[in-house]
């Protein structure tokens, strides 16, 4: 008997999860079910993936192999379902991009002119929500599309590709302690205020790049570079937001040695197994073209 695809989700959901019964919450079925399929999968495949001996079951050598490919088979198998979604599906009448942060909006402007241009009956709906706040968006298909940093930990159901990286230069006001401080050393930025986002859950990202003893979090980076400008901290700011307040002598760049290269890697997401209609495959398209190849 070949391995189903329920089997190899269920695979793929205790390993994740890390118990039958928390697999078992996570895809909507008794833990019954769930157990089931795994041992029938053993059984097909003639071979034990999960060590039972504790209290929660651990993936064998052979199970962490099966699992890789399990993964990749899913993968495909959602790719499949989602594109022939899309060749069925015509123009959609609603689409929701999610970006993490409405300082991006300024560069999306001409992009967006045209998509009015190609689908003026297209309501298109623009959501401002924050790390990992744009994933859950995806996940619950309450967003089609999402415009986001990348994570240090992505998630297996959300699909991404690169829009390139984004300087993040270290910035205070020239009136701030460490404008004129040389060397500048990392003893420096971890004993000044730090100015730093957050979305609205208590995730791990938003201390991602975290240095200083003292942070103060902010919900967007236009109200940080504020906060910058008045003196209060020092943060890092997308370089694209430093034009005009760099021009104006608002802010200065801080270049502390033992930072090589300040950037992030900023990405288009979007659900594997969820298939996007005509529009959004056009500014999805759209988005990956502005990407130097």
Request: proline share 5%; glycine share 8%; hydrophobic share 45%.
């Amino acid at each position: 008997m070949n391995p189903s695809l329920e089997q190899l989700k269920a695979l793929l959901a205790a390993a994740e999860t890390g118990s039958f019964s928390a697999a078992a919450r996570k895809l909507g079925k008794a833990q019954s079910v769930v157990s089931t399929a795994i041992a029938n999968l053993e059984i097909d495949l003639g071979l034990e993936l999960f060590d039972r001996s504790a209290r929660y079951p651990v993936l064998t050598e052979a199970g962490t192999r099966i699992h890789q490919e399990a993964c990749i088979l899913l993968a495909q198998s959602e790719r499949l379902q989602a594109i022939a979604g899309e060749l069925a599906a015509g123009i959609e009448s609603r689409l929701t991009l999610a970006i993490d942060d409405d300082s991006h909006l300024p560069w999306l402007g001409s992009l967006l002119e045209e998509f009015a241009t190609r689908y003026p009956g297209v309501e298109l709906e623009l959501l401002f929500p924050l790390m990992e706040d744009v994933t859950e968006l995806l996940k619950s298909g309450r967003a089609q599309l999402g415009i986001s940093y990348q994570k240090e930990q992505p998630e297996r159901e959300i699909a991404s590709r690169s829009l390139g990286s984004v300087g993040m230069p270290l910035v205070v006001s020239p009136d701030h302690p460490l404008a004129h401080r040389t060397p500048l050393r990392e003893s420096d930025l971890q004993g000044a205020r730090q100015l730093m986002v957050t979305g609205r859950r208590e995730g791990t990202e938003r201390h991602r790049f975290r240095l200083s003893a003292q942070v103060w979090w902010v919900e967007g980076d236009l109200g940080i570079l504020e906060l910058v400008k008045l003196g209060l901290g020092w943060a890092a700011i997308p370089d694209f937001l430093l034009h005009r307040p760099l021009a104006r002598g608002e802010v200065v760049v801080l270049n502390p040695d033992f930072i090589a290269k300040a950037e992030l890697e900023l990405e288009l997401q979007w659900h594997r197994a969820r298939p996007l209609g005509q529009a959004g495959r056009w500014l999805k398209e759209a988005l990956l073209a502005r990407v130097p190849r």
